[in-house]
Nanobody, 123 residues
């Protein structure tokens, strides 16, 4: 069992940056592929990024490629999502997830989810 807690969301202006964090419980964090997703009101959940257990391989969704960066610190059981040049259309609840497969973008591929952190980008 893995518990995930996200933080770092907030209200920002267009063009700003945010770093989201997700802390995981448990001793096997480094064995999990970790992913970030988001869901805006009235829209489907969207895959953003994933990172391998060792942190050496990453994969991004087309909508954020080049603007967001995923990383992890296994010593701290933490995965990060650094966001840059935020746009109003980035407004959503952002979720981290564990236990997926690096190149599978479906949320159904992941076993554990956090409660989410709200990101709101004003124009």
């Amino acid at each position: 069992q893995v518990q995930l807690v996200e933080s770092g969301g907030g209200l920002v202006q267009a063009g700003d940056s945010l770093r989201l964090s997700c802390v995981a419980s448990g001793r096997t964090f480094s064995s999990y592929v970790m992913g970030w997703f988001r869901q805006a009101p009235g829209k489907e959940r969207e895959f953003l990024a994933a990172i391998s257990g060792g942190g050496t391989t990453t994969y991004y969704g087309d909508s954020v490629k080049g603007r967001f960066t995923i990383s992890r610190d296994n010593a701290k059981n933490t995965v990060y999502l650094q966001t840059y040049s935020l746009k109003p259309e980035d407004t959503a609840v952002y979720y981290c997830a564990a236990g997926g497969s690096l190149y599978k973008v479906s949320g159904g591929a992941y076993d554990y989810w956090g409660q989410g952190t709200q990101v709101t980008v004003s124009s």
